[in-house]
């Protein structure tokens, strides 16, 4: 979309998906709201190695996940990178873009599973939880503070340092 979508629009269009696509062609990418709603809606992400890309869809390794998948173990990632190819490394690796989407479309249990993943994670970073998580971290660092401001200060005198200060007047 080239607008700015309402909160109903982007419950439906979420919802209607079953896998979030996002072929960003900038790897110095910082952040993305694309992937932080899709990861939030539940949905396995296929998106190329940026760096927000890289911490929030970690490992994001598709041959760790096939391995996964084949040997019965739960997969661990909450989507799928690609790298970027290129003389400046600007374009997805089209070969890479196309197994992942198919490893996600005929897979349905590891499309499941990974969307699970990304939701669990999707609830983690949801604003109540990190708000949450931050006043349990901050509130003790508050309260030490506090009480460090309202502790007496007790200074002792170097007895060498005051006979050196004595030396000087003299």
């Given at each position: 979309?080239?607008?700015?979508?309402?909160?109903t629009l982007?419950?439906?269009l979420?919802?209607?998906?079953d896998?979030?696509?996002?072929?960003?062609?900038?790897?110095?990418?910082i952040?993305?709201?694309?992937?932080?709603?899709?990861?939030?809606f539940?949905?396995?992400?296929l998106?190329t190695?940026?760096a927000?890309?890289?911490?929030?869809?970690y490992?994001?390794?598709?041959?760790i996940?096939?391995k996964?998948?084949?040997?019965?173990?739960?997969l661990?990632t909450?989507?799928?990178?690609?790298?970027?190819?290129?003389?400046?490394?600007?374009?997805?690796?089209?070969?890479?873009l196309?197994?992942g989407?198919?490893?996600?479309?005929?897979?349905?249990n590891a499309?499941?599973?990974?969307?699970?993943?990304?939701?669990?994670?999707?609830?983690?970073?949801s604003?109540p939880?990190?708000?949450?998580?931050?006043?349990?971290?901050?509130?003790?660092?508050?309260?030490?503070?506090?009480?460090?401001?309202?502790?007496?200060?007790?200074?002792?005198?170097d007895?060498?340092?005051?006979?050196?200060?004595?030396d000087?007047?003299?």
């Amino acid at each position: 979309f080239e607008k700015f979508s309402d909160e109903t629009l982007l419950k439906e269009l979420y919802a209607s998906a079953d896998i979030a696509l996002l072929p960003y062609r900038n790897i110095e990418q910082i952040s993305s709201g694309n992937l932080a709603e899709a990861v939030g809606f539940g949905k396995p992400v296929l998106a190329t190695e940026f760096a927000h890309a890289r911490e929030l869809l970690y490992p994001g390794n598709l041959k760790i996940a096939k391995k996964q998948l084949k040997s019965g173990h739960e997969l661990e990632t909450r989507g799928i990178l690609v790298k970027l190819k290129g003389k400046y490394k600007n374009l997805p690796d089209v070969d890479n873009l196309t197994e992942g989407l198919e490893f996600l479309v005929f897979n349905e249990n590891a499309r499941v599973q990974i969307g699970k993943n990304a939701r669990q994670r999707g609830y983690e970073m949801s604003w109540p939880n990190v708000s949450r998580e931050l006043v349990q971290y901050i509130g003790p660092i508050l309260e030490a503070k506090f009480v460090i401001k309202s502790a007496p200060v007790i200074v002792k005198k170097d007895k060498e340092a005051e006979g050196k200060s004595e030396d000087k007047k003299e």
